[in-house]
């Protein structure tokens, strides 16, 4: 027979292991954007890397017709489509080949993403692939307040942008929040030494 120590502890263990189960369970479904919604992301660059020089600030993202319009500081444009599409890439981009967001998101989701860009440094494109896992659930911070966020790790692999040839790997660890429809913060590191991160500054949702 049980005494009340041990009905507490079997009553315990049921909450817990509930718990668990509900929170392994939790999707976000593909988000619903709406004409107008703003977010503002800055950029910050780790290293000094030519290719990506410039790119640092804040920039503001427009759902406008259907599509993300990035605004940038100053005037000044990063210097390539892999930079512009980056920062799309922190939204549900519908043409996003890289594949950062799979909907719906659940913890243990793995996918494989193969995709091509355009050089620099040459006018032949550059293949990659990317090994996606949605890894957990955590409480992420960033100047635009406190977020419960979907946890997802990348890896990739891919030849260099270079006449040398070789290939090269490159690791990413962001966080998509429901609450705001996108990702609210973003590491990124490639062999070499360029490294970048990107985070949510504000988000003002469509009137």
């Known amino acids: 027979m049980l005494n009340k120590s041990g009905i507490g502890m079997m009553i315990l263990s049921a909450f817990l292991i509930f718990a668990s189960n509900l929170g392994a369970q939790e999707q976000a479904p593909a988000p619903v954007y709406n004409e107008g919604d703003i977010w503002v992301f800055r950029v910050t660059e780790h290293m000094s890397v030519e290719s990506t020089k410039g790119l640092d600030g804040n920039y503001k993202v427009i759902y406008k017709g259907g599509k993300f319009v990035v605004a940038f500081p100053g005037g000044e444009k990063p210097q390539s489509k892999q930079d512009l599409s980056q920062l799309r890439s922190m939204l549900d981009e519908p043409n996003d080949k890289k594949q950062m ?58 030849s260099k942008d270079t ?8 690791t990413y660890t962001y966080y998509y929040s429901p609450n705001v429809r996108g990702i609210v913060k973003l590491s990124y590191e490639r062999e070499g030494g360029a490294a970048r991160s990107i985070e949510l500054v504000k988000y003002v949702p469509a009137q």
């Open 101 to 158: 967001l799979q909907f719906p998101l659940s913890i243990g989701k793995k996918w494989t993403t193969a995709y091509e860009v355009d050089s620099r440094a040459t006018s032949l494109p550059i293949r990659r692939s990317g090994e996606t896992k949605v890894t957990g659930i955590e409480q992420i911070t960033t100047p635009a307040g406190t977020f419960r966020a979907f946890k997802i790790e990348r890896y990739e692999t891919g």
């Open 163 to 170: 006449r040398r040839g070789g290939n090269e790997r490159a």
